[in-house]
């Protein structure tokens, strides 16, 4: 994959997918769903207020005819619901509509008919930069706040089991840090030692680890060259790993809007992919999500 | 000042400056030096092992006859001299040659004999970015790991004095999170909130600070409006004071190696500027630091 919107292709080349939205009654959600079903990627299920909906659907062309729609007023609900669908086999991907991430994520999670699979849900996103020469993962941007050391582990498997899934077989994981040695002031580095030791005893497979690495090394040879550091991943991350949300955040928003990048991004961690956009993103953005969700099995 | 190479002219109108470089016998610091004083913007004072430091400048064409070499070939003991040179009113910036950073500071803030004004050192760092209608400062991505709450406070006193200096008398200061709500489990919206607050009751002068805000909200008046954020800093923050060094130094990098910016970096907190260029930084990078350092008074 060489850009983002080869997402699009990809996600046509598997099954038709299933998507259903929680809470669906929400503009700027049905408009990407509509994106999504004009590429030709998703059939959508919309669980919500059914007249709102219908209504926002007629107000932008969109023709509700021939899809579902599951009528749930109540927001707080529709998410349980959608989950419902999912574990009685009648969706593939999970979306939020007008409701808080955490109401989501509560629904997700649930021990009663929840999607749990890893221990850890984890936000993943895809970058097409023009100052880096390969698309490339960050994670977790946006659900876990300060990452025990085993649940770095969980994120960095759900993220290696995506870029399995997207036909990189063993790809090069970069763990954040400010400095590229080892310092017992600075817990990124001692995680990002540990993580990488874990990968060379075989306790984490199917990737190459290594850190701790800074952003420059981790995506730039030549700055790795000039701090002499000899690495299988330095210059070449296929995904970076950040030590907490204050810094994944940080770098996700400064890649889109001071650096111009374009982004994919994803939940990760559950039986499904849960597509997750908000408000602030693009169009294309959230286009590019639904596709991803969809190019995974 | 719309662009950083701005920088220079503005040098060019200050009293000249007296610049001493600890431990100068270095190929890429020599470059810098020559460049800083073929631009104008400094006299050059060089300590170090004074033949190695004549043989590089030989390589360079860059002509030793007109300053000032201080032999000293032990490189522990170059920032000392640099120090005590500064403190007896015969120089009037600080300059790391090939020694590390904790060397350096160390010497600074010695107790005897020490450069030291506030509290606390922070590295801060002037960008320009095409993807942001000015300059803007942040802090700190180099030096504190994880500053306490008191330490904010002096980063932020410090980098809003840079500002006063720059001509910018009450800068717009946004304090950085992944969230623009104030969370109990997120440090860094809880400092933030805290420091808004003292800022509102003139306990931080000089300055309209807001927090917490996400670089989105910081930076683009469009996000911010999108979150329904009603404040003066966000979408034209002039400086970001980031959480702490795994995020202030991930921000860092990502605009200068995924957002293609450009970029000027001093050592704040000291009785003068504190020049820290690293090997990795571009010729352009290095020249801009000095002419910031030498902007200052």
Same mark, same amino acid.
Do not use: W
């Given at each position: 994959?060489?850009?983002?919107?080869?997402?699009? !292709? /990809? *996600?046509? @080349?598997?099954?038709? &997918?299933?998507?259903?939205?929680?809470? #669906?009654?929400? +503009?700027?959600?049905?408009?990407?769903?509509?994106?999504?079903?004009?590429?030709?990627?998703?059939?959508?299920?919309?669980?919500?207020?059914?007249?709102?909906?219908?209504?926002?659907?007629?107000?932008?062309?969109?023709?509700?005819?021939?899809?579902?729609?599951?009528?749930?007023?109540?927001?707080?609900?529709?998410?349980?619901?959608?989950?419902?669908?999912?574990?009685?086999?009648?969706?593939?991907?999970?979306?939020?509509?007008?409701?808080?991430?955490?109401?989501?994520?509560?629904?997700?999670?649930?021990?009663?008919?929840?999607?749990?699979?890893?221990?850890?849900?984890?936000?993943?996103?895809?970058?097409?930069?023009?100052?880096?020469?390969?698309?490339?993962?960050?994670?977790?941007?946006?659900? !876990? /706040? *300060?990452? @025990?050391?085993?649940? &770095?582990?969980?994120?960095?498997?759900? #993220?290696?089991? +995506?870029?399995?899934?997207?036909?990189?077989?063993?790809?090069?994981?970069?763990?954040?840090?400010?400095?590229?040695?080892?310092?017992?002031?600075?817990?990124?580095?001692?995680?990002?030692?540990?993580?990488?030791?874990?990968?060379?005893?075989?306790?984490?497979?199917?990737?190459?680890?290594?850190?701790?690495?800074?952003?420059?090394?981790?995506?730039?040879?030549?700055?790795?060259?000039?701090?002499?550091?000899?690495?299988?991943?330095?210059?070449?991350?296929?995904?970076?790993?950040?030590?907490?949300?204050?810094?994944?955040?940080?770098?996700?928003?400064?890649?889109?809007?001071?650096?111009?990048?374009?982004?994919?991004?994803?939940?990760?961690?559950?039986?499904?992919?849960?597509?997750?956009?908000?408000?602030?993103?693009?169009?294309?953005?959230?286009?590019?999500?639904?596709?991803?969700? #969809?190019?995974?099995?």
């Amino acid at each position: 994959m060489n850009s983002l919107s080869d997402l699009v !292709n /990809i *996600a046509k @080349t598997k099954p038709s &997918k299933r998507l259903v939205v929680a809470a #669906a009654e929400d +503009l700027t959600v049905l408009k990407a769903i509509q994106n999504a079903v004009n590429a030709g990627i998703i059939s959508p299920i919309l669980i919500g207020n059914r007249q709102k909906i219908i209504d926002i659907c007629k107000t932008i062309g969109f023709e509700t005819a021939n899809f579902e729609i599951i009528d749930e007023p109540d927001p707080a609900a529709a998410p349980y619901k959608a989950v419902g669908l999912i574990n009685a086999g009648k969706a593939d991907i999970l979306m939020k509509g007008i409701i808080s991430t955490a109401t989501l994520v509560r629904s997700v999670i649930a021990k009663d008919n929840g999607l749990r699979k890893s221990q850890t849900l984890s936000h993943f996103a895809l970058f097409e930069s023009k100052f880096y020469h390969k698309i490339f993962g960050v994670s977790d941007a946006a659900l !876990n /706040i *300060a990452p @025990t050391f085993d649940e &770095k582990v969980n994120i960095i498997v759900n #993220a290696v089991e +995506l870029m399995h899934k997207l036909g990189n077989s063993n790809p090069k994981v970069a763990l954040l840090a400010p400095v590229e040695t080892i310092s017992e002031k600075i817990e990124s580095t001692i995680h990002a030692a540990l993580l990488t030791m874990m990968n060379k005893r075989n306790q984490i497979k199917g990737c190459i680890l290594d850190g701790p690495l800074s952003l420059d090394n981790a995506i730039s040879s030549e700055a790795a060259k000039h701090k002499g550091i000899v690495s299988d991943v330095a210059g070449d991350a296929d995904i970076i790993i950040v030590p907490d949300l204050d810094c994944g955040n940080a770098l996700y928003k400064s890649l889109l809007f001071l650096g111009g990048a374009k982004s994919a991004a994803i939940v990760l961690g559950a039986k499904v992919p849960i597509v997750l956009t908000s408000r602030a993103d693009t169009e294309d953005n959230k286009l590019l999500s639904i596709a991803l969700a #969809a190019s995974l099995e």
